[in-house]
């Protein structure tokens, strides 16, 4: 479906917004978390242009978000450098969503360390075997590609990893584009829980590792780890490589896992 119309009516314009695309990115009863937080990053950058490059983001999931939302941005700090924002969605006259977003020129590199390949880095996606063909939340169905990326299933080490991309792109900037892939994938302790059950993300604050991603054919390794789960909850570390093995976003997020 058309990442285009999802964000077509978000002008940077605060007040209300019917979202018209909505239903094609439902996860349950709210937007998928990829989807909303687009949504946020594209008020922000349609309200204050000539913002330089994202450099990070803190991500409120707060309440459900629907097809009728109200939309916010304000600029925190504006310095020589970096410049934060933050942006809200309102549903149903409450707050549903909240970012702060960390725009930074670039500065004389003074510590060079490019992130890690894995180890066990998979075959390329054309070697690998489809998952979730018609199967899955209506986001993943009508938007997303993937492709399994681990040889174990089933229970076992907290992580799962798949190659993903988006089936229509457009001219979506490659960004854009991490943003909305960055949440895609079902929490790492998804193998490790004892019985079926609803999940539901709380947060995500993510570092932008290259500000101007690139990948072949649109496929991205996406893995997400659940670093502790205990009491009703996990703590997850997400990962976003390029075909090539560059690692392009660092991520945390706070998972409810339901009884």
Same mark, same amino acid.
Not at 92 to 116: C, D, I, M, S, Y
């Given at each position: 479906?058309?990442?285009?119309?999802?964000?077509?009516?978000?002008?940077?314009?605060?007040?209300?917004?019917?979202?018209?695309?909505?239903?094609?990115?439902?996860?349950?009863?709210?937007?998928?978390?990829?989807?909303?937080?687009?949504?946020?990053?594209?008020?922000?950058?349609?309200?204050?242009?000539?913002?330089?490059?994202?450099?990070?983001?803190?991500?409120?999931?707060?309440?459900?978000?629907? /097809?009728?939302?109200?939309?916010? @941005?304000? !600029? +925190? &700090?504006?310095?020589?450098?970096?410049? *934060?924002?933050?942006?809200?969605?309102?549903?149903?006259?409450?707050?549903?969503?909240?970012?702060?977003?960390?725009?930074?020129?670039?500065?004389?590199?003074?510590?060079?360390?490019?992130?890690?390949?894995?180890?066990?880095?998979?075959?390329?996606?054309?070697?690998?075997?489809?998952?979730?063909?018609?199967?899955?939340?209506?986001?993943?169905?009508?938007?997303?590609?993937?492709?399994?990326?681990? /040889?174990?299933?089933?229970?076992? @080490?907290? !992580? +799962? &990893?798949?190659?993903?991309?988006?089936? *229509?792109?457009?001219?979506?900037?490659?960004?854009?584009?991490?943003?909305?892939?960055?949440?895609?994938?079902?929490?790492?302790?998804?193998?490790?829980?004892?019985?079926?059950?609803?999940?539901?993300?709380?947060?995500?604050?993510?570092?932008?590792?290259?500000?101007?991603?690139?990948?072949?054919?649109?496929?991205?390794?996406?893995?997400?780890?659940?670093?502790?789960?205990?009491?009703?909850?996990?703590?997850?570390?997400?990962?976003?490589?390029?075909?090539?093995?560059?690692?392009?976003?660092?991520?945390?997020?706070?998972?409810?896992?339901?009884?």
């Amino acid at each position: 479906m058309s990442v285009s119309a999802l964000i077509e009516p978000v002008t940077g314009k605060p007040g209300p917004v019917q979202l018209s695309e909505a239903a094609n990115w439902l996860q349950g009863r709210t937007l998928y978390g990829g989807a909303s937080t687009l949504i946020g990053y594209t008020m922000a950058l349609r309200a204050f242009p000539d913002l330089p490059p994202l450099r990070a983001a803190q991500v409120g999931f707060v309440a459900p978000v629907g /097809d009728e939302v109200e939309l916010s @941005a304000e !600029i +925190v &700090r504006q310095g020589r450098n970096v410049t *934060q924002i933050r942006s809200e969605i309102h549903a149903q006259g409450k707050l549903a969503h909240t970012a702060l977003w960390l725009f930074a020129e670039p500065r004389e590199a003074n510590a060079v360390h490019p992130g890690e390949k894995p180890d066990d880095f998979p075959p390329q996606p054309e070697d690998c075997e489809d998952v979730m063909t018609g199967k899955g939340p209506s986001f993943i169905q009508c938007n997303f590609d993937l492709k399994r990326a681990q /040889d174990t299933s089933g229970p076992g @080490a907290p !992580i +799962v &990893r798949r190659w993903a991309r988006l089936k *229509q792109t457009e001219d979506l900037d490659p960004v854009s584009e991490l943003i909305l892939m960055g949440d895609v994938l079902p929490p790492g302790a998804m193998r490790a829980m004892r019985r079926t059950a609803p999940i539901s993300s709380i947060n995500w604050s993510f570092n932008l590792l290259d500000t101007e991603p690139r990948t072949s054919d649109g496929w991205w390794l996406s893995e997400n780890a659940s670093q502790h789960a205990g009491d009703g909850y996990s703590s997850e570390r997400l990962r976003l490589w390029n075909t090539q093995g560059e690692q392009v976003l660092d991520a945390l997020q706070s998972v409810a896992i339901f009884g």
